[in-house]
T-cell receptor
Framework: GEQVEQRPPHLSVPEGDSAVIICTYTDSATAYFYWYKQEPGAGLQLLMSVFSNVDRKEEQGLTVLLNKKDKQLSLNLTAAHPGDSAVYFCAVSAVTGNYKYVFGAGTRLKVIA | DMKVTQMPRYLIKRMGENVLLECGQDMSHETMYWYRQDPGLGLQLIYISYDVDSNSEGDIPKGYRVSRKKREHFSLILDSAKTNQTSVYFC???????????FGKGTRLTVV
């Protein structure tokens, strides 16, 4: 079945710098791609969703890139600020089978003021 | 206001007791999920429900059962809780399987 590898597990960046998180998936039938943010003691907040016909999506300081050839999904936080400190998860799902969501293991981002 | 609501937020139970975790959503979503989150293991799917009385096992269903009698409500039941079921449990919903999933705030369950 689908497997998702997320890296890095931990990331520290100075305020104002960019932070990049990458997920690699295995199933070429994967069609839906998501990024979530989890703050301490909270649930997962959906940040962005991307369908497989989109290579790049930008929203509010976030850029998602989808490289279907390499089966790679990335999240770029431009000009990170301390409020971005959280755990970030990617998730993917296919259009066939049981459409099961598969999550990455998460990246703990710390933005240092 | 689109919301997934979980009750209770915190729960302490003794080993062998029964546990009921409740979840509601106000988006008329067909699909609902129960996950548990443990340090180093990420999110693991316990059960998925495609609609009322249409439930399927996820990756780690052992020791759990679910009930969905109304579309907006999905319960997770632990019969005779075990200490290794100490975890944070998240309920979630989506309009259809595979589409955007919306999460509740979680229930932190401690089994002592």
């Amino acid at each position: 079945g689908e497997q998702v590898e997320q890296r890095p597990p931990h990331l520290s960046v100075p305020e104002g710098d960019s932070a990049v998180i990458i997920c690699t998936y295995t199933d070429s039938a994967t069609a839906y791609f998501y990024w979530y943010k989890q703050e301490p003691g909270a649930g997962l907040q959906l940040l962005m969703s991307v369908f497989s016909n989109v290579d790049r999506k930008e929203e509010q300081g976030l850029t998602v890139l989808l490289n279907k050839k390499d089966k790679q999904l990335s999240l770029n936080l431009t000009a990170a600020h301390p409020g971005d400190s959280a755990v970030y998860f990617c998730a993917v799902s296919a259009v066939t089978g049981n459409y099961k969501y598969v999550f990455g293991a998460g990246t703990r981002l710390k933005v240092i003021a | 206001d689109m919301k997934v609501t979980q009750m209770p937020r915190y729960l302490i139970k003794r080993m062998g007791e029964n546990v009921l975790l409740e979840c509601g959503q106000d988006m008329s979503h067909e699909t609902m999920y129960w996950y548990r989150q443990d340090p180093g293991l990420g999110l693991q799917l316990i059960y998925i429900s495609y609609d009322v009385d249409s439930n399927s096992e996820g990756d780690i269903p052992k020791g759990y059962r679910v009930s969905r009698k109304k579309r907006e409500h999905f319960s997770l039941i632990l019969d005779s809780a075990k200490t290794n079921q100490t975890s944070v449990y998240f309920c979630a919903s989506s309009s259809l399987p595979g589409k955007e999933v919306f999460f509740g705030k979680g229930t932190r369950l401690t089994v002592v």
